[in-house]
């Protein structure tokens, strides 16, 4: 007779109970990569659906009523629902538009978790709970343009995200550096790639788009990376072994880079969801958009303490917040 070979029921068992516990240290990772490339797949074409919209607007100001009495409260505003109904729905497919106060009705989660930090903050309801400096901060006016307090208003599209308007009805269509960032913002989307669903987390599938100047409008959907660079650097140098914003970015991930001058506006007009510019004295920010070459030439900046947009030399020392490429 011939003796057979085989594995006992304990090899068996050993076996499968290893097999589970490699799936079970393993899977979650890979989930949250699969999520994440979802994510980002999503968020692309979301920027590109909604650029491609925007750009078919005569104007994006003048939207609806707003109105305040003399101490500064809203007496009307349909300012971001009209934008809503009366511009952006002739362009764009959408399913379902909530008014202000009516948001989580649109899938609008009523806690995000920040990028970061992870604190959980409200979901802003208008204009000044996005970015108080938005309203408090120095800006111009007058013929330049001003900043609203509008409250936000909401809706859905037939891809299933949830998105709530932040609308300027005033903003300027002035593409000049040396002025504020608030009356350049006509409007700031914040986006919920899968409704009601979590994490609900800013850079996984919560995130923002923002619509800058009234005419031919650049809209930007910068991705940030969850901290600063360590350390403020030049934004560019010709001293060897010295680290510059652009270098800064590589050390960090190869898939990061400078934001351009609307992204890092972008930044500072969502700069509470990302847990940037607040520490103490006035910060500002290098973009990747340059005025003139060399270590003595001049780059644009953002300063996130009063919403100024700059054009500053090279070589100064001063802080970099990297976005995904």
Known sequence: ?????????AEVLITLAIIGIVAAITLPSLLVNVNEKAWDAQRKALH?????AIGQMNTLGGYGTYTEDGDGNATEDTAAESFILDALSKVYKINNVCGPDKLSSCGIPSKITTLGAETEINFPAKMSELNEILLNGYRETG???????TKAAA?????????????????????????????KMCVNFVYDLNGEEGPNQVGKDIGFITAFYNKSPVVVAPVPYNSDYATGVPQYTETSGKVDAQTACKTMGEDLRLPDRDEVASLFVNAPLINLGESEGTKFYWSGSVVSLG????????DFDTGYRVHNNRGFADYVRCIRK
């Open 1 to 9: 007779m011939k003796k057979t070979k085989g594995f006992t029921l």
């Open 48 to 52: 590109a659906r909604l650029a491609q």
């Open 143 to 149: 013929e330049d343009g001003d900043m609203a307090d």
């Open 155 to 183: 809706f859905e599209t037939v891809n299933g995200e949830s998105i709530a308007v932040f609308y300027n009805p005033l903003c300027s269509s002035d593409t000049t550096v040396d002025h504020y960032t608030q009356n």
């Open 295 to 302: 270590a003595s030439g001049s780059a644009r900046e953002q």
